[in-house]
């Protein structure tokens, strides 16, 4: 646990979701937490878990009093919570930028985009309908992921991060389930990532990854 906020962390999910990204970063951490599995349309729609969390999906991680949804925000608030890990640069350093602008690029385009493709919403997307979309179309989407991890080992800097992981877990996942092409660049820049000992821990507690879209919420 954090030495300067030792307040519990309890870690709420389902292990074929996103949840399991938040997974992968709480065994990065080396988090103490207690894991409070939910089962779909049960028990993540019970009043006492939309009393934290009104949308009634997961992942969500309860700090003492403080509630944090949406995976991209959990995952900067444990960086910032174990700064020793070195899993966020430091504030202040240019890099930061660079490690913000991709965190939530997935938080964003990337969701919204490969969310819309493997729903098939995108067949008929007009031109008009791609300068509304916040992700534009698909393919631009793409064309921005190759180029941000073409030839990289690492997004920003020379060290491993928290965007690194968010990036990893969805171009794999997108890989996977065919919501993104299997570039070379992809498996290239995502493979060593998803290979990580924490990675592999966090598959060992929570069982493969579910291939469907409908499930990951």
């Given at each position: 646990?954090?030495?300067?906020?030792?307040?519990?962390?309890?870690?709420?999910?389902?292990?074929?979701?996103?949840?399991?990204?938040?997974?992968?970063?709480?065994?990065?951490?080396?988090?103490?937490?207690?894991?409070?599995?939910?089962?779909?349309?049960?028990?993540?729609?019970?009043?006492?878990?939309?009393?934290?969390?009104?949308?009634?999906?997961?992942?969500?991680?309860?700090?003492?009093?403080?509630?944090?949804?949406?995976?991209?925000?959990?995952?900067?608030?444990?960086?910032?919570?174990?700064?020793?890990?070195?899993?966020?640069?430091?504030?202040?350093?240019?890099?930061?930028?660079?490690y913000y602008r991709w965190l939530f690029f997935v938080a964003g385009p990337v969701e919204a985009a490969i969310t819309a493709k493997a729903e098939g919403w995108l067949a008929q997307q007009t031109s008009e309908q791609a300068l509304r979309a916040g992700f534009g179309r698909f393919d631009d989407v793409v064309r921005s992921l190759q180029l941000a991890v073409q030839g990289k080992r690492y997004v920003c800097g020379n060290h491993f991060t928290a965007a690194d992981l968010c990036l990893a877990s969805y171009i794999g996942w997108g890989m996977m389930e065919g919501s993104l092409p299997s570039l070379p660049e992809f498996k290239t820049y995502a493979d060593p990532l998803l290979q990580r000992p924490a990675s592999q821990r966090g598959d060992v507690l929570d069982g493969p990854m579910e291939t469907e879209a409908s499930a990951a919420v």
């Open positions: 646990m954090n030495a300067h906020n030792p307040a519990p962390l309890r870690f709420f999910y389902h292990p074929q979701s996103r949840a399991r990204i938040v997974r992968w970063m709480l065994e990065e951490c080396g988090a103490t937490y207690e894991p409070v599995p939910l089962e779909f349309g049960t028990t993540m729609k019970a009043p006492e878990y939309l009393a934290l969390n009104p949308m009634g999906k997961v992942p969500a991680l309860q700090h003492g009093d403080t509630v944090i949804t949406e995976t991209a925000a959990i995952l900067a608030y444990l960086a910032d919570l174990f700064p020793q890990k070195q899993l966020a640069p430091a504030l202040g350093d240019p890099a930061r930028g660079t």
